[in-house]
């Protein structure tokens, strides 16, 4: 079976511009989830989706959004674009149903370079 | 707030040498906790899942354990292929699903 998928692998880009990046989940699993992962730290938070409905926001600007499409793909959204947003961007999916454990599978990541 | 705090940051070991990492937690209430791998440049593995203190699980030669206010990783004879970056992570009860990782134990494993 496929795991999750992220694309695109690496991507540069200069300030002020943007991006959006793309994720497909295991089939069958309804949760996505997104996570900024600057070199030398544990993932952070940044969205959870669940039935296509945002379910969880960390603290990141509202620069960035994200969505759920009724196939259960996502994408991540970054706007105006600052160099301390260059990080590895991780998206996990899960098949937990409401109030389940959030046991994740995590994509390879998208290396975004913000220059 | 949630948090979890790994130690140490980084560990070199000699092939054969066991040893242990240690992930300590503060949450309100402890949903779950997991364990996964990390190498360079890639997504995070999933290792394991502890439920509730006193549970342990095994995979090869890695032992996850539970207490109710910390988690160890033991690596039992650790080979150059155990080399990575182990995070822990939990999940608190109530409310949404929200994972808060560790900043992870960076192993190297020397032959």
């Known amino acids: 079976d496929a795991g999750v998928t992220q694309s695109p692998t690496h991507l540069i880009k200069t300030r002020g511009q943007h991006v959006t990046l793309r994720c497909s989940p295991i089939s069958g699993h309804k949760s996505v989830s997104w996570y900024q992962q600057v070199l030398g730290q544990g993932p952070q938070f940044i969205f959870q989706y669940y039935e296509k409905e945002e379910r969880g926001r960390g603290n990141f600007p509202d620069r960035f959004s994200a969505r759920q499409f009724p196939n259960y793909s996502s994408e991540l959204n970054v706007n105006a674009l600052l160099l301390g947003d260059s990080a590895l961007y991780l998206c996990?999916?899960?098949?937990?149903?409401?109030?389940?454990?959030?046991?994740?599978?995590f994509g390879p990541g998208t290396r975004l370079t913000v220059l | 707030e949630d948090q979890v705090t790994q130690s140490p940051e980084a560990l070199r070991l000699q092939e054969g040498e066991s040893s242990s990492l240690n992930c300590s937690y503060t949450?309100?209430?402890?949903?779950?906790l997991f364990w996964y791998r990390q190498d360079p440049g890639k997504g995070p593995e999933f290792l394991f899942t502890l439920y509730s203190a006193g549970e342990e699980k095994e995979k090869e030669r890695l032992k996850a354990t539970l207490t109710k206010k910390e988690s160890f990783l033991h690596i039992t004879a650790p080979k150059p292929e155990d080399s990575a970056t182990y995070l822990c992570?939990?999940?608190?009860?109530?409310?949404?699903?929200?994972?808060?990782f560790g900043i992870g134990t960076k192993l190297q494993v020397i032959p």
């Open positions: 996990a999916s899960s098949p937990m149903g409401q109030g389940a454990l959030n046991e994740q599978f």
């Open positions: 992570a939990v999940q608190v009860s109530g409310g949404y699903q929200k994972v808060t």
């Open positions: 949450v309100s209430g402890l949903r779950g």
